[in-house]
């Protein structure tokens, strides 16, 4: 009688930690849950990898803009970052560093 005892406590506890943590690992089989649409790849609401043709794009449109002077190599550098924020503060859109969609329209690009 005294072992049952015993295990009814860590047999509680092991069952309430199932029942915790099952739901949060389930959310981690759903990643359209996870990834807001539009958000930029790289972000906290979009963890996937930037696609390097398409940041060569947003390059290549920031120095026709006259916001960056760096290589259009497709890499999403701190540079290329702030020549975003520039743009994003000369036209009054939010200020992030991010690709958005406004900004990928205000480089007339069809970026989402």
């Given at each position: ?40 790849a790289g972000t906290a609401s979009n963890p996937g ?26 890499v999403m550098s701190k540079s290329t970052q702030e ?30």
């Amino acid at each position: 009688m005294k072992t049952s005892k015993h295990l009814l406590v860590p047999t509680i506890l092991l069952a309430g930690t199932c029942l915790a943590v099952g739901p949060a690992l389930g959310q981690a089989d759903k990643p359209s849950e996870r990834v807001k649409e539009g958000a930029p790849a790289g972000t906290a609401s979009n963890p996937g990898t930037p696609n390097p043709d398409q940041i060569k794009k947003v390059q290549q449109a920031l120095i026709d803009k006259g916001f960056y002077s760096g290589p259009v190599d497709g890499v999403m550098s701190k540079s290329t970052q702030e020549a975003i924020r520039t743009l994003q503060k000369s036209k009054n859109l939010d200020v992030s560093g991010n690709l958005d969609d406004k900004t990928a329209r205000e480089l007339g690009l069809g970026i989402n």
